[in-house]
C-alpha cells in the first residue's frame, strides 16, 4: 500500500528492506547492515560485525512504532509515566526484541540460510549492566510491562560508561574488571545531542526582587554541566507501544568554559571537561555506605535534573502552563536515589518558572511518589550538610523551607511532642547533620510505597513509622512482579512451548491463565513431559558448565540454586553451613544413603564489603574440598559460577530444581529471583520474608519448604538477648561444623583465613544463622525425602510454577497505574504503509 502523498513527512516511504520480514528480505538486511553500517564483507567479518548487522536489523523493526509511539504521545496530552531510577538492569535486548516483535523464528532462519549460527551471535551481545540487582532489574521488567500494557512511559536513568564490574574468580576470592559494555557500540541506542541539557553545580544563591517587586532567588553555579540523552526503545509484547528508556550521558559544555572562563588555560579547561565526564562514568556498587560519596549526589541531581527538564520542556510542548504538570507526568522515584527530585521541581517551579510557593508544592506532591526498597537502616540515603550545602546551595535553602513549613503542621498536630519533631525532621540534628533522603521522598510525595505485603507492614510499624501516623492514606503496598516475557519466554522456551500447546498463548501476557494447567497435574504423560524439559535444560547447564568452567556437574542431581548478591542477610554462609554438615554426615558413614545434588552459587560482592568477599571465599574452598574427597562418590559438588549477571540468570533459572531464598525473616524487602525460579518449575526452600510468604500462599504451604524464625520471633529473640555461643554449644551437629572451619580445614590448615567470619557468627551473628540452622537442616531433609519421589516433586513443581500469576509485573504495574499514578492505556495506530501488528 502507498502511504498518503499529503505532508513532506508522510512521504518518507519507509523501505521495505528495513521492515519486510520475508526471509529473503531479512537475509538481505543483515547483508545490507553488514556492508553499510559495520563496513565489512563477510569475508572479514566478526562475530561481532555480524550480530550488529542482525541487531540493526531488528532494530529497523521496530523504529516506526517507536517514532509512532513518541508522535502519539506528543499529539495527546495523555499522562505519561516517567520512572525515575538510578539504575536500570536490562540484560541483552535482542532475543526479548525478538519474542516481543514475534519474529523469533523467522530472524533464526534468516540468520541460519545466511550460513551463521544464531546462538553464536546472540552471544555476543553485550549485556548493559546498569544496575546492582533486584532494584534495576525491576525497573527492567517494569519497563516491559509498562509497554505490553501499552501505557505511556518514559524511563530515565543514567547511561554509566561502566555498569556493575565483571567478576572474576581466582584463588577462590572475587576479582573485579571493569565492565567496558561500550567497546565495540551500542546498536540498542541512538543518541540525541539536539536534546541536551543543562545543569548546575556549586556556587551561590542571590536574592532580588523581579518586576513586579516579588522576591526570587537566583541560583549562580560554579559549574555546568551538560546532560546528553540516549534513547533506547522500549517495545511491548505484540502491541505497537514502544516506549523510550532515556539514559543521560555528562559531558562538558564546549565553548563555554574554552572561550569566557578559560582564556589561555587550555589545560585547566580540559580538565574541567574531565571532571564533568566523570560524573557518569561508574555505577556505585550498593552495600556499601554511601556517606560522603560527593560523585554519587552529582550522579543522582544529574540525571533527576536533566528528566525534570526534559519533563517540563515536553509538558511546555503540548501546552501553556505548568500549572497541571501532575496531570501530564506520574514520576515515581525508585527508591530514594532520586528524591533530590522534589527539591529540583521545586526549584524549576519556583525559581525558573515564577509559581508561587503553595502552588508549586501541591503540584509537586502530585508528581511524585516513592517506592521503598529496604529496611536495612545502613542503606537508607543521607547526606552530610556540609557536602549537599556546597555541591547544592539553592536546594539546601529549598530544603529548609520545606522541612520548616511540614515541621509545622507536625508541630500544630503533636504540639510540644519534641522527641516526634526531631525524629520527622528532614535534617538529623543527633550529631553531625544529615539531610534525610527518604523523609525528603515521603514529605515530597502523594503515595509511598513497599515491594511486599511484609515490606510495607514493616515499613508502617518501623522505618516510616512516624509518617505512617501523620499520613496513613499515603501508604499502600506494591508487591514486585517479573515478566514473563523474559523470565519465561525468552529464558526457558521449551516450557513457553509446551504451555502454549496445552493452553493456547493468552498467559504471556495474562499470567493469572496458568491455573488452566492445574488440570493437567494428575496427566502422567504432561509430568513426564514437564520433568524431561526439566532435564534438558539441566543437561545443557551442565554442558555449559563444563565448557566454560571445566566442571563436571550430574544432571541427575538435584540442582540447588543460591544466585543473588552476596550479602551476610541474605545467608550464602547458611547454606555453605548446610554443605559442610551433609559433607560430615558421608564423611562419618561413606555409605549413608544421600540424595546427589550440585549446589550452584553465583552473585557479585560490594568491591569494598569485606565479609562478603570471605563468604564467596569460603564457599569456594569448601568446593575445593567437597569436590575432590573420593569419599563424596561424586554424590555433592558445590560450584561457584562468576560473573552472574542477566544473562546466566536466564540460564540457570529455569535449570533450577531448588531455589534458596533464606534471608533472615525481616530483612529482604521482597525478593524477585525467588519469583523467577517458581515461575520456572523450582521449589523454594525459604524463610517467611519479602515475598516469599505471598509465593507461598499462592503456591500452598504444602508446594513449599519453610523453615527459619518469623520476623516477630527475630525481634522477640534479638529483645530477649541472642547468644549465638548457647546454640554452638547446644548443637553438636553445628559445632562440629563449625570447628571445622576454624580449624583450618578448608584453608589449608590456615586457622586465620576464615575466623573474621567464624567470630562474626560465634560473637554477634547479627542475621542469626545460629539461631536457624537446625531448622534449616531438618526443612533440607524433608527437600531430600521429596525429590526421591519422582512424580511428587514434578506435582509440585507443576504446582509452584502454575499459581505464580499474581507475580507477573503486569499486575504490579497495573496496581500502580490505578492507585498511584492515575494512568491510563494508549492505543498507537500504526500509520498505513508500515506493517501490521505481528
Ligand atoms: C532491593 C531489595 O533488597 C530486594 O529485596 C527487592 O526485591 C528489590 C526490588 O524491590 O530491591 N533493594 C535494593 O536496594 N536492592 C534490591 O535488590 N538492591
Same mark, same amino acid.
Not at 520 to 542: G, S, T
Given at each position: 500500500?502507498?502511504?498518503?502523498?499529503?505532508?513532506?513527512?508522510?512521504?518518507?516511504?519507509?523501505?521495505?528492506?528495513?521492515?519486510?520480514?520475508?526471509?529473503?528480505?531479512?537475509?538481505?538486511?543483515?547483508?545490507?547492515?553488514?556492508?553499510?553500517?559495520?563496513?565489512?564483507?563477510?569475508?572479514?567479518?566478526?562475530?561481532?560485525?555480524?550480530?550488529?548487522?542482525?541487531?540493526?536489523?531488528?532494530?529497523?523493526?521496530?523504529?516506526?512504532?517507536?517514532?509512532?509511539?513518541? +508522535?502519539?504521545?506528543?499529539?495527546?496530552?495523555?499522562?505519561?509515566?516517567?520512572?525515575?531510577?538510578?539504575?536500570?538492569?536490562?540484560?541483552?535486548?535482542?532475543?526479548?526484541?525478538?519474542?516481543?516483535?514475534?519474529?523469533?523464528?523467522?530472524?533464526?532462519?534468516?540468520?541460519?540460510?545466511?550460513?551463521?549460527?544464531?546462538?553464536?551471535?546472540?552471544?555476543?551481545?553485550?549485556?548493559?549492566?546498569?544496575?546492582?540487582?533486584?532494584?534495576?532489574?525491576?525497573?527492567?521488567?517494569?519497563?516491559?510491562?509498562?509497554?505490553?500494557?501499552?501505557?505511556?512511559?518514559?524511563?530515565?536513568?543514567?547511561?554509566?560508561?561502566?555498569?556493575?564490574?565483571?567478576?572474576?574468580?581466582?584463588?577462590?576470592?572475587?576479582?573485579?574488571?571493569?565492565?567496558?559494555?561500550?567497546?565495540?557500540?551500542?546498536?540498542?541506542?541512538?543518541?540525541?545531542?539536539?536534546?541536551?541539557?543543562?545543569?548546575?553545580?556549586?556556587?551561590?544563591?542571590?536574592?532580588?526582587?523581579?518586576?513586579?517587586? !516579588?522576591?526570587?532567588?537566583?541560583?549562580?553555579?560554579?559549574?555546568?554541566?551538560?546532560?546528553?540523552?540516549?534513547?533506547?526503545?522500549?517495545?511491548?509484547?505484540?502491541?505497537?507501544?514502544?516506549?523510550?528508556?532515556?539514559?543521560?550521558?555528562?559531558?562538558?559544555?564546549?565553548?563555554?568554559?574554552?572561550?569566557?572562563?578559560?582564556?589561555?588555560?587550555? &589545560?585547566?579547561?580540559?580538565?574541567?571537561?574531565?571532571?564533568? %565526564?566523570?560524573?557518569?562514568?561508574?555505577?556505585?556498587?550498593?552495600?556499601?555506605?554511601?556517606?560522603?560519596?560527593?560523585?554519587? /549526589?552529582?550522579?543522582? &541531581?544529574?540525571?533527576?535534573?536533566?528528566?525534570?527538564?526534559?519533563?517540563?520542556?515536553?509538558?511546555?510542548?503540548?501546552?501553556?502552563?505548568?500549572?497541571?504538570?501532575?496531570?501530564?507526568?506520574?514520576?515515581?522515584?525508585?527508591?530514594? !536515589?532520586?528524591?533530590?527530585?522534589?527539591? +529540583?521541581?521545586?526549584?524549576?517551579?519556583?525559581?525558573?518558572?515564577?509559581?508561587?510557593?503553595?502552588?508549586?508544592?501541591?503540584?509537586?506532591?502530585?508528581?511524585?511518589?516513592?517506592?521503598?526498597?529496604?529496611?536495612?537502616?545502613?542503606?537508607?540515603?543521607?547526606?552530610?550538610?556540609?557536602?549537599?550545602?556546597?555541591?547544592?546551595?539553592?536546594?539546601?535553602?529549598?530544603?529548609?523551607?520545606?522541612?520548616?513549613?511540614?515541621?509545622?503542621?507536625?508541630?500544630?498536630?503533636?504540639?510540644?511532642?519534641?522527641?516526634?519533631?526531631?525524629?520527622?525532621?528532614?535534617?538529623?540534628?543527633?550529631?553531625?547533620?544529615?539531610?534525610?533522603?527518604?523523609?525528603?521522598?515521603?514529605?515530597?510525595?502523594?503515595?509511598?510505597?513497599?515491594?511486599?505485603?511484609?515490606?510495607?507492614?514493616?515499613?508502617?510499624?518501623?522505618?516510616?513509622?512516624?509518617?505512617?501516623?501523620?499520613?496513613?492514606?499515603?501508604?499502600?503496598?506494591?508487591?514486585?512482579?517479573?515478566?514473563?516475557?523474559?523470565?519465561?519466554?525468552?529464558?526457558?522456551?521449551?516450557?513457553? %512451548?509446551?504451555?502454549?500447546?496445552?493452553?493456547?498463548?493468552?498467559?504471556?501476557?495474562?499470567?493469572?491463565?496458568?491455573?488452566?494447567?492445574?488440570?493437567?497435574?494428575?496427566?502422567?504423560?504432561?509430568?513426564?513431559?514437564?520433568?524431561?524439559?526439566?532435564?534438558?535444560?539441566?543437561?545443557?547447564?551442565?554442558?555449559?558448565?563444563?565448557?566454560?568452567?571445566?566442571?563436571?556437574?550430574?544432571?541427575?542431581?538435584?540442582?540447588?540454586?543460591?544466585?543473588?548478591?552476596?550479602?551476610?542477610?541474605?545467608?550464602?554462609? /547458611?547454606?555453605?553451613? &548446610?554443605?559442610?554438615?551433609?559433607?560430615?554426615?558421608?564423611?562419618?558413614?561413606?555409605?549413608?544413603?544421600?540424595?546427589?545434588?550440585?549446589?550452584?552459587?553465583?552473585?557479585?560482592?560490594?568491591?569494598?564489603?569485606?565479609?562478603?568477599?570471605?563468604?564467596?571465599?569460603?564457599?569456594?574452598?569448601?568446593?575445593?574440598?567437597?569436590?575432590?574427597?573420593?569419599?563424596?562418590?561424586?554424590?555433592?559438588?558445590?560450584?561457584?559460577?562468576?560473573?552472574?549477571?542477566?544473562?546466566?540468570?536466564?540460564?540457570?533459572?529455569?535449570?533450577?530444581?531448588?531455589?534458596?531464598?533464606?534471608?533472615?525473616?525481616?530483612?529482604?524487602?521482597?525478593?524477585?529471583?525467588?519469583?523467577?525460579?517458581?515461575?520456572?518449575?523450582?521449589?523454594?526452600?525459604?524463610?517467611?520474608?519479602?515475598?516469599?510468604?505471598?509465593?507461598?500462599?499462592?503456591?500452598?504451604?504444602?508446594?513449599?519448604?519453610?523453615?527459619?524464625?518469623?520476623?516477630?520471633?527475630?525481634?522477640?529473640?534479638?529483645?530477649?538477648?541472642?547468644?549465638?555461643?548457647?546454640?554452638? !554449644?547446644?548443637?553438636?551437629?553445628?559445632?562440629?561444623?563449625?570447628?571445622?572451619?576454624?580449624?583450618?580445614?578448608?584453608?589449608?590448615?590456615?586457622?586465620?583465613?576464615?575466623?573474621?567470619?567464624?567470630?562474626?557468627?560465634?560473637?554477634?551473628?547479627?542475621?542469626?544463622?545460629?539461631?536457624?540452622?537446625?531448622?534449616?537442616?531438618?526443612?533440607?531433609?524433608?527437600?531430600?525425602?521429596?525429590?526421591?519421589?519422582?512424580?511428587?516433586?514434578?506435582?509440585?513443581?507443576?504446582?509452584?510454577?502454575?499459581?505464580?500469576?499474581?507475580?507477573?509485573?503486569?499486575?504490579?504495574?497495573? %496496581?500502580?497505574?490505578?492507585?498511584?499514578?492515575?494512568?491510563?492505556?494508549?492505543?498507537? +495506530?500504526?500509520?498505513?504503509?508500515?506493517?501490521?501488528?505481528?
Amino acid at each position: 500500500m502507498n502511504p498518503p502523498v499529503e505532508t513532506l513527512q508522510q512521504t518518507i516511504k519507509v523501505e521495505d528492506d528495513r521492515t519486510g520480514l520475508s526471509l529473503e528480505t531479512l537475509k538481505r538486511a543483515i547483508a545490507d547492515n553488514l556492508f553499510y553500517i559495520q563496513g565489512k564483507y563477510p569475508a572479514i567479518a566478526t562475530k561481532n560485525d555480524f550480530y550488529m548487522a542482525l541487531a540493526y536489523t531488528v532494530r529497523d523493526r521496530l523504529l516506526q512504532r517507536w517514532l509512532n509511539t513518541t +508522535e502519539t504521545y506528543l499529539k495527546s496530552k495523555v499522562k505519561v509515566v516517567c520512572y525515575l531510577s538510578a539504575e536500570f538492569l536490562m540484560g541483552p535486548h535482542l532475543s526479548n526484541n525478538l519474542v516481543n516483535l514475534g519474529i523469533y523464528d523467522q530472524v533464526r532462519r534468516a540468520v541460519e540460510e545466511s550460513g551463521l549460527d544464531f546462538v553464536e551471535l546472540r552471544e555476543q551481545e553485550e549485556e548493559p549492566g546498569l544496575g546492582n540487582g533486584g532494584l534495576g532489574r525491576l525497573a527492567a521488567c517494569y519497563m516491559d510491562s509498562l509497554a505490553s500494557l501499552e501505557i505511556p512511559a518514559i524511563g530515565y536513568g543514567i547511561r554509566y560508561e561502566f555498569g556493575i564490574f565483571d567478576q572474576e574468580i581466582r584463588d577462590g576470592w572475587q576479582i573485579e574488571i571493569t565492565d567496558k559494555w561500550l567497546r565495540y557500540g551500542n546498536p540498542w541506542e541512538i543518541e540525541r545531542p539536539e536534546a541536551s541539557i543543562d545543569v548546575k553545580f556549586g556556587g551561590y544563591t542571590q536574592a532580588y526582587n523581579d518586576e513586579n517587586g !516579588h522576591y526570587r532567588v537566583r541560583w549562580i553555579p560554579d559549574i555546568i554541566v551538560k546532560g546528553v540523552p540516549y534513547d533506547t526503545p522500549i517495545l511491548g509484547y505484540k502491541v505497537n507501544t514502544a516506549n523510550t528508556l532515556r539514559l543521560w550521558k555528562a559531558e562538558a559544555p564546549e565553548s563555554f568554559e574554552f572561550e569566557a572562563f578559560n582564556v589561555g588555560d587550555y &589545560y585547566g579547561a580540559v580538565n574541567e571537561k574531565v571532571v564533568a %565526564e566523570n560524573i557518569t562514568k561508574v555505577l556505585y556498587p550498593n552495600d556499601e555506605p554511601i556517606q560522603g560519596k560527593q560523585l554519587r /549526589l552529582q550522579q543522582q &541531581y544529574f540525571f533527576v535534573s536533566c528528566s525534570l527538564q526534559d519533563m517540563i520542556r515536553l509538558h511546555l510542548h503540548r501546552q501553556d502552563s505548568l500549572d497541571n504538570f501532575h496531570e501530564s507526568f506520574a514520576v515515581q522515584l525508585n527508591d530514594t !536515589h532520586p528524591a533530590i527530585g522534589v527539591a +529540583e521541581l521545586m526549584r524549576l517551579l519556583v525559581d525558573e518558572h515564577q509559581i508561587d510557593w503553595d502552588r508549586a508544592w501541591q503540584i509537586t506532591q502530585n508528581t511524585f511518589a516513592y517506592t521503598n526498597h529496604t529496611l536495612l537502616p545502613e542503606a537508607l540515603e543521607k547526606w552530610p550538610l556540609s557536602l549537599f550545602g556546597r555541591l547544592l546551595p539553592r536546594h539546601l535553602q529549598i530544603i529548609y523551607e520545606i522541612n520548616q513549613r511540614f515541621l509545622g503542621q507536625v508541630r500544630a498536630k503533636y504540639p510540644d511532642d519534641h522527641q516526634r519533631i526531631a525524629r520527622l525532621s528532614l535534617i538529623d540534628e543527633s550529631g553531625e547533620k544529615y539531610i534525610r533522603m527518604a523523609h525528603l521522598a515521603s514529605v515530597g510525595s502523594h503515595a509511598i510505597n513497599g515491594v511486599a505485603a511484609l515490606h510495607t507492614k514493616l515499613l508502617q510499624q518501623d522505618v516510616l513509622r512516624d509518617f505512617y501516623e501523620l499520613w496513613p492514606e499515603k501508604f499502600t503496598n506494591k508487591t514486585n512482579g517479573v515478566t514473563p516475557r523474559r523470565w519465561i519466554v525468552v529464558s526457558n522456551p521449551k516450557l513457553a %512451548e509446551l504451555i502454549n500447546r496445552k493452553i493456547g498463548t493468552n498467559w504471556i501476557k495474562h499470567l493469572e491463565e496458568l491455573k488452566q494447567l492445574e488440570a493437567f497435574v494428575e496427566d502422567a504423560e504432561f509430568r513426564q513431559q514437564w520433568r524431561q524439559i526439566k532435564q534438558d535444560i539441566k543437561r545443557d547447564l551442565a554442558e555449559y558448565v563444563k565448557k566454560n568452567h571445566a566442571i563436571d556437574i550430574n544432571p541427575q542431581s538435584l540442582f540447588d540454586v543460591q544466585v543473588k548478591r552476596i550479602h551476610e542477610y541474605k545467608r550464602q554462609h /547458611l547454606n555453605a553451613l &548446610y554443605i559442610i554438615t551433609l559433607y560430615n554426615q558421608i564423611k562419618q558413614n561413606p555409605n549413608i544413603d544421600v540424595v546427589p545434588r550440585t549446589f550452584i552459587f553465583g552473585g557479585k560482592a560490594a568491591p569494598g564489603y569485606f565479609m562478603a568477599k570471605l563468604i564467596i571465599k569460603l564457599i569456594n574452598s569448601v568446593a575445593q574440598v567437597v569436590n575432590n574427597d573420593p569419599d563424596v562418590r561424586e554424590r555433592l559438588k558445590v560450584v561457584f559460577l562468576p560473573d552472574y549477571n542477566v544473562r546466566f540468570g536466564q540460564r540457570v533459572y529455569p535449570a533450577a530444581d531448588l531455589s534458596e531464598q533464606i534471608s533472615t525473616a525481616g530483612k529482604e524487602a521482597s525478593g524477585t529471583g525467588n519469583m523467577k525460579f517458581s515461575m520456572n518449575g523450582a521449589l523454594t526452600i525459604g524463610t517467611l520474608d519479602g515475598a516469599n510468604i505471598e509465593i507461598r500462599e499462592e503456591v500452598g504451604a504444602e508446594n513449599f519448604f519453610l523453615f527459619g524464625l518469623t520476623t516477630p520471633e527475630v525481634y522477640a529473640l534479638k529483645a530477649k538477648g541472642y547468644n549465638p555461643w548457647d546454640y554452638y !554449644h547446644a548443637n553438636s551437629q553445628l559445632k562440629t561444623v563449625i570447628d571445622l572451619i576454624s580449624s583450618g580445614f578448608f584453608s589449608h590448615g590456615d586457622t586465620n583465613l576464615f575466623r573474621p567470619l567464624v567470630d562474626s557468627l560465634l560473637y554477634h551473628d547479627q542475621y542469626m544463622l545460629f539461631a536457624d540452622y537446625q531448622s534449616y537442616v531438618d526443612c533440607q531433609e524433608q527437600v531430600n525425602q521429596a525429590y526421591r519421589d519422582e512424580e511428587k516433586w514434578t506435582r509440585m513443581s507443576i504446582l509452584n510454577a502454575v499459581r505464580m500469576g499474581k507475580f507477573s509485573s503486569d499486575r504490579a504495574i497495573r %496496581e500502580y497505574c490505578q492507585e498511584i499514578w492515575n494512568a491510563q492505556p494508549v492505543n498507537v +495506530e500504526m500509520q498505513e504503509y508500515v506493517q501490521p501488528k505481528p
